[in-house]
């Protein structure tokens, strides 16, 4: 995993953290531990948020914990003949053009199949790159090989961010 304090991991940890000292200012009355619990959820809860967050300039993600990847090119391929095929539709709704209106339909579902496909090719490779990133440091970092437990690394932030960058596109469209 990534030296970067977004880990979800991390985050998950924090939040029971949070909910023993929440816990244990309930039975002692304590409100120092109430106050601790409750900053150590909003810590944990941050920190969730920073781990899913991906910034988008066009087809490229980047992560926090420094993760870059470049779309599957069908999502952006896929977005623009949603945006060709809804113009198509919109024209022929205007000229009172079935045929046109008609195609422009098609053009736009068949654009967010395309879209999808990428989305979900992308995700799947996250997922993957991911695994292997975690394992192969692990591994890495057991036989003592600080090069590939860095090259490990990166392929975790760099499926990371791919994961996440898909994640947040299917979640706008639903």
């Not at 060709?84 to 422009?104: C, D």
């Amino acid at each position: 995993m990534s030296d970067s304090n977004s880990s979800s991991l991390k985050a998950y940890a924090d939040s029971a953290v949070g909910a023993g000292q929440s816990l244990l200012g309930k039975v002692t009355g304590s409100t120092g531990d109430k106050a601790n619990a409750q900053a150590t959820k909003s810590k944990a809860e941050a920190e969730k948020e920073e781990s899913h967050s991906v910034g988008k300039v066009g087809p490229m993600a980047f992560s926090s914990s420094g993760g870059v990847h470049a779309d599957d090119p069908n999502r952006s391929e896929g977005s623009w003949n949603q945006t060709v095929g809804s113009g198509k539709e919109t024209v022929g709704n205007l000229l009172g053009a079935e045929g046109l209106k008609k195609e422009g339909q098609q053009q736009n579902a068949e654009g967010k199949g395309q879209e999808a496909q990428g989305q979900l090719s992308d995700f799947g490779k996250g997922v993957g790159d991911r695994v292997q990133g975690t394992v192969g440091g692990m591994v890495s970092g057991i036989t003592g090989d600080r090069e590939n437990q860095e090259k490990y690394r990166n392929m975790h932030d760099d499926g990371k961010t791919a994961q996440r960058s898909a994640e947040a596109d299917i979640q706008k469209q639903s």
